[in-house]
């Protein structure tokens, strides 16, 4: 690892990621094999004023003990200091980063139903809380080489390479040269002009269509608008990066309308464990058929998690020709295949894709369409001739994607 990209890199989650404003506190959590590059990020944090940083260290292994050994009794039970942490996030509204580098296979063999039962039970003492901080608080999520993610993606490097690997992919996704923070700000104009443009369109609907049998078509919602790059929190208007790195322009689908089938085009990681070779078929917005030939029970599961758990909440644009796709590599780490491929989501979508939608309560943004759930999982689709065409207002038709790739 390149210890000067390593500290550009960290100074590109700081000021770029979060953007840890003076006085503010700093929640960063990661495993305990990232100490580089957590120890970086602290001092970048302290640099730029923050007030306070806290670390929360986190082990897979010892999580997978937890969820084997643990009763579902215990998993479900919400601890009072728990409550108290997230009040502490309502009131003070620390910056979040955080920095994934998991096993894409480390959770295999766990009970997933015992999981998702204990994530139905304390979801619902969480949400309130979760309510009062949305669109609030800046926040990034961002990727860190370990040796078992790297040995995943390069099984025929030793491990020391791997590693090497995997963190020169990282930065190169990331767009860390030295020149970071720069690139960073080229790369968020050329998202937000994409945006400008489709958003002047007033779409109503996308149809997709790929050899691979792909046919679908997703409403969306006349008065929301499509994103990308940086976003700005509420009521603070501190604008931050929540995905380092990031290729995607976004919306929120309308909740009900979606209609055909869609394959996937990379695989999933889920909960620890790997979705493969995929399809999720639609009927009046709902998932209502998943196949799978690796996962498929997991990815049954996933959908059932609660009501609303199989409509979408997001459509995302990616060109096939993106700079994390052209690397040639499968990261099975969804923050990165995400970005390399066309995706959408199941489960809750963002409010903040609503026009002037802090004009608007909670119960006003749902009326409209915006999907509520306890999960949010991206799955990729973007194939090498993946054609979408955008239906406006008026009925005209426009090519948004063909080949693969931006048609404009």
Known sequence: ??????????????????????????????????????????????????????????????????????????????????????????????????????????????????????????????????????????????????????????????????????????????????????????????????????????????????????????GLIENAVFMGGNEKALGSNIIFNPNIPSEEIFTTPKKGLAEGIVYSAKPLSYQGQLIENFSVRFENGKAVEVKAEKGEELLKEMISMDETAGYLGEVALIAYDSPINNTGLLFFETLYDENASCHLALGRGFSNCIKDYEKYTKEEIDEMGINDSMIHVDFMIGSKDMSIVGITSSGEEIQIFKDGNWAF
């Not at 955080?98 to 204990?118: E, N, R, T």
């Not at 039970?121 to 078992?148: H, L, V």
């Open 1 to 218: 690892m390149k210890k000067a990209l390593l500290k550009n890199y960290a100074e590109l989650l700081v000021k770029m990621g979060v953007n840890v404003q003076k006085g503010q506190e700093l929640n960063v959590y990661a495993s305990i094999d990232q100490v580089p590059l957590v120890t970086e990020v602290v001092k970048w944090a302290y640099k730029v004023g923050a007030k306070k940083v806290n670390v929360e260290w986190g082990c897979q292994e010892v999580s997978k003990l937890h969820y084997k050994y643990r009763s579902l009794e215990t998993l479900s039970t919400v601890e009072n200091w728990e409550v108290e942490k997230m009040k502490h996030r309502v009131e003070a509204l620390p910056a979040r980063l955080l920095i994934v580098s998991d096993d894409p296979d480390g959770m295999k063999g766990v009970d997933q139903k015992k999981i998702a039962m204990s994530r139905r039970a304390t979801y619902p003492i969480m949400k309130p809380f979760i309510d009062q901080i949305e669109n609030k608080e800046q926040w990034c999520i961002a990727g860190a080489s370990s040796s078992k993610w790297a040995k995943k993606v390069f099984p025929h490097l030793s491990k020391a390479k791997a590693v090497e690997a995997l963190w020169d992919a990282i930065f190169t996704s990331s767009r860390v040269d030295g020149h970071a923070i720069e690139n960073w700000e080229k790369h968020n104009d050329n998202l937000t002009k994409k945006c400008n443009y489709l958003n002047s369109l007033k779409l109503k609907e996308l149809r997709y269509t790929s050899s691979n049998g792909t046919n679908l078509k997703v």
